[in-house]
C-alpha cells in the first residue's frame, strides 16, 4: 500500500505538466484521483493511463475561476469516492510583461484562475474536510511572489497563494486539516513561454527539469507522514529543497510619539539604513540560484 491508500485527491491544472505528474505519483501511492483540466481531452488522456496503471481516477473539465463550477469538482470527488481528503490547487495561468504594456483583460485572466480558482476550490474543499476533521490542501506558489523581472502580476497571485496558505492554515489549525503550499521549479510550458517571451535567463543556467522530480514533495504533504506540517511554503530547487520565509515584522523598531517627515527620516537613516530588505526569492538567504528565482507551476 503506497502513501496516499484510500484517500480521494483532486488535482486541478493536471493535463499535462506539473500536474500531471502529481496525479500520476497520487494514483501510484494508492491515491483515487480526480483529474481536473478545462482541457478535457488531456484531463482524459492522463486518467485513462492511471486506470490503465491498475490506479483509479475520474475526470473534470470543470472551470475552477467559476463558484459553482469549482464546487461541482469538489463535489464530484466526494460523490465518486466518498470523500475529499485531498486537494492541490495547481492551475494555473502564466503571464510576463512589464508595467506599462499590461493590458486589464490579461490580468483579469491570471486573476480569475490563479486567485479566484485556488479560493474557490479551497472553500468548498475545506468546508468537506472540517466536517470530518481530516484532510490536506495544498496550494502552489512561486518563487516569483518575492519579487521578478516582467512577472509582477503573476508573482502577486501567486503572493496571494502564500498568504491564502498562511490564514487557512491558522484557521485549521488543530483541527487535523492542514493547509500547506509548493513553490515548484520545472521545465514545463510556462518555462517555455518564458524563452518565447525573450527571458533566456533560465536557458542560460542549463535548467531542464523534469515536473516528475516535485512530484515527491507534493505528495509527501498530502499525506499522513505530514501531519505535524502546517501553513509551510516547500521550496523546490532541484537539487536543493527549503522552507521560505514568512512575512514577519522585522526587530529593528523606530519609536517616536510624534511622527513628523523629519522624524521618519532620521528612522530611515538612523535605524533602517543597514535593514533595507533586497529584492528577490535567494535575496535573504544567500544562495546562488540554479534557476532563475521562480517556481514555475
Known amino acids: 500500500?503506497?502513501?496516499?491508500?484510500?484517500?480521494?485527491?483532486?488535482?486541478?491544472?493536471?493535463?499535462?505538466?506539473?500536474?500531471?505528474?502529481?496525479?500520476?505519483?497520487?494514483?501510484?501511492?494508492?491515491?483515487?484521483?480526480?483529474?481536473?483540466?478545462?482541457?478535457?481531452?488531456?484531463?482524459?488522456?492522463?486518467?485513462?493511463?492511471?486506470?490503465?496503471?491498475?490506479?483509479?481516477?475520474?475526470?473534470?473539465?470543470?472551470?475552477?475561476?467559476?463558484w459553482t463550477s469549482s464546487g461541482n469538482?469538489?463535489?464530484?470527488?466526494?460523490?465518486?469516492?466518498?470523500?475529499?481528503d485531498g486537494?492541490?490547487?495547481?492551475?494555473?495561468?502564466?503571464?510576463?510583461?512589464?508595467?506599462?504594456?499590461?493590458r486589464p483583460e490579461a490580468v483579469d485572466r491570471i486573476i480569475r484562475t490563479n486567485i479566484n480558482g485556488a479560493i474557490y476550490c479551497g472553500l468548498h474543499a475545506l468546508t468537506e474536510m472540517r466536517r470530518r476533521d481530516s484532510g490536506a490542501v495544498l496550494n502552489v506558489t512561486s518563487g516569483a511572489h518575492a519579487g521578478y523581472p516582467q512577472m509582477a502580476v503573476y508573482g502577486a497571485t501567486k503572493g496571494a497563494l502564500a498568504s491564502l496558505t498562511f490564514g487557512w492554515a491558522s484557521d485549521v489549525a488543530g483541527t487535523g486539516v492542514r493547509v500547506?503550499?509548493?513553490?515548484?521549479?520545472?521545465?514545463?510550458?510556462?518555462?517555455?513561454?518564458?524563452?518565447?517571451?525573450?527571458d533566456t535567463r533560465q536557458a542560460q543556467t542549463g535548467l531542464d527539469i523534469h515536473p516528475d522530480k516535485?512530484?515527491?514533495?507534493?505528495?509527501?504533504?498530502?499525506?499522513?507522514?505530514?501531519?505535524?506540517v502546517n501553513g509551510q511554503i516547500v521550496r523546490v530547487d532541484v537539487p536543493r529543497l527549503s522552507l521560505m520565509t514568512?512575512?514577519?515584522?522585522?526587530?529593528?523598531?523606530?519609536?517616536?510619539?510624534?511622527?513628523?517627515?523629519?522624524?521618519?527620516?532620521?528612522?530611515?537613516?538612523?535605524v533602517f539604513a543597514d535593514r533595507l530588505q533586497p529584492l528577490g526569492v535567494h535575496a535573504s538567504a544567500g544562495v546562488e540560484p540554479s534557476g532563475n528565482g521562480d517556481g514555475m507551476a
Open 180 to 198: 500547506n503550499a509548493i513553490a515548484p521549479i520545472a521545465r514545463t510550458r510556462m518555462y517555455d513561454q518564458m524563452l518565447r517571451f525573450g
Open 1 to 66: 500500500m503506497g502513501n496516499l491508500a484510500n484517500k480521494s485527491i483532486v488535482i486541478t491544472g493536471a493535463g499535462r505538466g506539473l500536474g500531471e505528474a502529481y496525479a500520476r505519483l497520487a494514483a501510484r501511492e494508492g491515491a483515487r484521483v480526480v483529474v481536473n483540466d478545462v482541457d478535457g481531452d488531456a484531463a482524459e488522456a492522463v486518467a485513462s493511463e492511471i486506470r490503465r496503471e491498475g490506479g483509479t481516477a475520474v475526470t473534470s473539465r470543470d472551470d475552477i475561476g467559476s
Open 246 to 270: 514568512h512575512p514577519a515584522e522585522l526587530q529593528s523598531r523606530a519609536e517616536c510619539e510624534n511622527w513628523t517627515v523629519d522624524a521618519v527620516d532620521s528612522a530611515f537613516r538612523n
Open 73 to 84: 469538482l469538489i463535489g464530484l470527488c466526494v460523490e465518486a469516492f466518498g470523500a475529499i
Open 87 to 102: 486537494l492541490i490547487n495547481n492551475a494555473g495561468v502564466f503571464h510576463m510583461s512589464s508595467p506599462e504594456d499590461e
Open 214 to 228: 516535485n512530484a515527491a514533495i507534493a505528495i509527501y504533504l498530502l499525506s499522513d507522514l505530514a501531519e505535524s
